[in-house]
């Protein structure tokens, strides 16, 4: 079983600041197979990174996915009031087939 | 408009059976990978079950001989059929369709439903 560990659990940040999210995997995976995710109290999931760096459809391009083998990074270059969240990076194994997420990082308001 | 709509949760038993029912608009459920992924209440996502386009299905381990995905072509509807039910299964359920680019799947979900919530107690 491959483990998605995010850091870190809280992140306080201020309104056009920086973000950089953290998503580190117990052994190598495949970068095709690295997505993320936002999720806001009360509602669904959002797919906002697939394959490790390309925007799903209709995301904003302050949000990028970056890395490779273990170590994955959601950047979000200016924080929106909107963007405030909790944040999970997922990923899939191919055999036997398994999805597994990280545990979430909280995005909160400084 | 695509979209994904998931009734049938509820209070129920432990030892009790429940079936999700993810009704699909806008696109075409036996043609893409679809996903159920639940939530426990103030916890993170969890994945529960998979069906492929060509049939396959595949669970997670906390559910697997428990748990049956399916779904209906006729009705554009999956299915979660959950027996022998415990209190750690309590969560919100959320239907969700693959993600595919380009000819290419990602396995990741792109369209979620809003999530039926399934609360397992005596």
């Known amino acids: 079983e491959i483990v998605l560990t995010q850091s870190p ?6 309104p056009g600041e920086r973000a950089t999210l953290s998503c580190r995997a117990s052994q190598s995976v495949s970068s095709n197979y690295l997505a993320w995710y936002q999720q806001k109290p009360g509602q669904a999931p959002r797919l906002l990174i697939y394959g490790a760096s390309s925007r799903a459809t209709g995301i904003p391009d302050r949000f990028s996915g970056s890395g490779s ?12 009031p909107e963007d405030f969240a909790v944040y999970y990076c997922q990923h899939y194994r191919s055999s036997p087939p398994e999805y597994s997420f990280g545990q979430g990082t909280k995005l909160e308001i400084k | 408009e695509v979209q994904l709509v998931e009734t049938g949760g509820g209070l129920i038993q432990p030892g009790g059976s429940l079936r999700l029912s993810c009704a699909a608009s806008g696109f075409t459920v036996s043609s893409n990978y ?7 209440p103030g916890k993170g996502l969890e994945w529960v079950s998979v069906i492929y386009s060509g ?18 072509s006729s009705k554009n509807t999956l299915y979660l059929q959950m027996n022998s039910l415990r209190a750690e299964d309590t969560a919100v359920y959320y239907c969700a369709r ?11 979900f792109d369209i979620w439903g809003q999530g039926t919530m399934v609360t397992v107690s005596s």
């Open chain 2, 98 to 108: 693959g993600a595919s680019y380009y000819g290419s799947a990602y396995f990741a």
């Open chain 2, 34 to 40: 679809m996903g159920w992924v639940r939530q426990a």
């Open chain 1, 69 to 80: 083998g273990t170590d994955f990074t959601l950047t979000i270059s200016r924080l929106e």
């Open chain 1, 9 to 14: 659990g809280t992140l306080s940040l201020s």
């Open chain 2, 55 to 72: 049939g396959s299905t595949y669970y997670a381990a906390s559910v697997k001989g428990r748990f049956t995905i399916s779904r209906d």
